[in-house]
C-alpha cells in the first residue's frame, strides 16, 4: 500500500485499474470507477490512476 494525496492506494484498487487498463478504459472510466466504486475523492482519483499506470508501465 502507498498513499496518493488523501487516498491509500490497495492493492485490490491497483488491481482494478491494472485490469481494466488493459480493457483500453479511458483515463475518465477508470477515475469514475475509483470514485464510485472505492470512494476516491474527486481530486485524488486521477492522481491515482497516473500512478498506478505510471507503475505498470
Known amino acids: ?3 496518493v494525496g488523501n487516498t491509500e492506494i490497495t492493492s485490490e484498487m491497483a488491481q482494478a485499474v491494472h485490469d481494466r487498463s ?3 478504459w479511458s483515463i ?3 477515475v469514475a470507477m475509483l470514485i464510485r466504486d472505492f ?3 474527486e481530486d485524488d482519483a486521477e492522481k ?3 500512478e498506478v ?3 505498470n508501465g
Do not use: A, C, I, R
Open 22 to 24: 488493459n480493457d483500453e
Open 28 to 30: 475518465g472510466s477508470l
Open 48 to 50: 491515482v490512476v497516473e
Open 1 to 3: 500500500m502507498w498513499k
Open 53 to 55: 499506470l505510471d507503475l
Open 39 to 41: 470512494g476516491v475523492s
